[in-house]
């Protein structure tokens, strides 16, 4: 393995390098047009990408992020429907499941025996009531996956922002990954319930972990992580 840094809305791979791309909590960091572009661009035709990401229709959460400014960045801008538009116009198919709403209750709760059973039960009421239209746009996160990538797409002129941007990690040596992996690996991100998540310090650079031979035809995976002053969201 070797490590390898570049600018995650201009990696520098080849096209259709890609099978899998893992990202969490770095969207709201970058030019959106830039990062599905180069998403689109590098993952192979029959390509995902599994994200999570936080939104900002709730106004109750929404007023606790102006409450707590120092807990993350100025720059993010938080994903809102109008966001999954955007993708639309770099992706084919978009596939979404939402996450803590009524769960959120259980946090003031965290440091006692009754915070396990009480967030089961009102995880369960979220998998639920996040099934309704309207209701699922109210959650803290959502987990989604973007396939059927659309080359050379063209959406609005992309302008670059004056934001660090994110960081993705990049592994082109899983040469018999399972065919469960994605699956996996979207299960483990869907379950997280981050309600500590640490303060990190910023990068406007991406760390790429690839293989020696990096023309290699196996399975490749991509992971793209949140700039490091990120913060919450």
């Given at each position: 393995m070797m490590d390898r840094k570049a600018d995650a809305e201009a990696t520098?791979?080849?096209?259709?390098?890609?099978?899998?791309?893992?990202?969490?909590?770095?969207?709201h960091h970058v030019d959106l047009h830039l990062a599905f572009a180069e998403m689109a661009r590098v993952l192979k035709p029959d390509g995902k990408a599994i994200c999570q990401e936080a939104l900002a229709h709730n106004l109750l959460i929404h007023a606790y992020r102006r409450l707590t400014p120092k807990l993350r960045t100025p720059f993010g801008h938080i994903l809102r429907r109008s966001s999954f538009k955007i993708a639309e116009s770099?992706?084919?198919?978009?596939?979404?499941?939402?996450?803590h709403l009524f769960s959120l209750f259980a946090v003031?709760?965290?440091?006692?025996?009754?915070?396990?059973?009480?967030?089961?039960?009102?995880?369960?009421?979220?998998?639920?009531?996040?099934?309704?239209?309207?209701?699922?746009?109210?959650?803290?996160?959502?987990?989604?996956?973007?396939?059927?990538?659309?080359?050379?797409a063209t959406g609005a002129t992309p302008r670059r922002t004056a934001c660090g941007r994110a960081g993705m990690t990049c592994g082109t040596d899983l040469k018999a990954a399972p065919a469960s992996w994605a699956s996996s690996q979207s299960s483990v991100i869907a379950k997280r319930l981050d309600v500590g998540q640490r303060k990190r310090s910023p990068s406007s650079l991406i760390e790429l972990k690839a293989s020696a031979d990096d023309g290699g035809e196996g399975t490749g995976a991509?992971?793209?992580?949140?700039?490091?002053?990120?913060?919450?969201?």
């Open positions: 520098g791979f080849s096209d259709n390098r890609f099978d899998i791309i893992t990202e969490y909590g770095s969207l770099y992706f084919g198919r978009i596939e979404m499941k939402f996450f003031p709760f965290r440091n006692i025996p009754l915070f396990g059973p009480l967030l089961a039960v009102l995880e369960l009421l979220d998998d639920v009531m996040l099934r309704v239209p309207r209701l699922k746009w109210q959650a803290w996160q959502t987990v989604f996956v973007l396939s059927e990538p659309r080359k050379n991509c992971h793209i992580d949140a700039p490091s002053t990120a913060g919450r969201s």
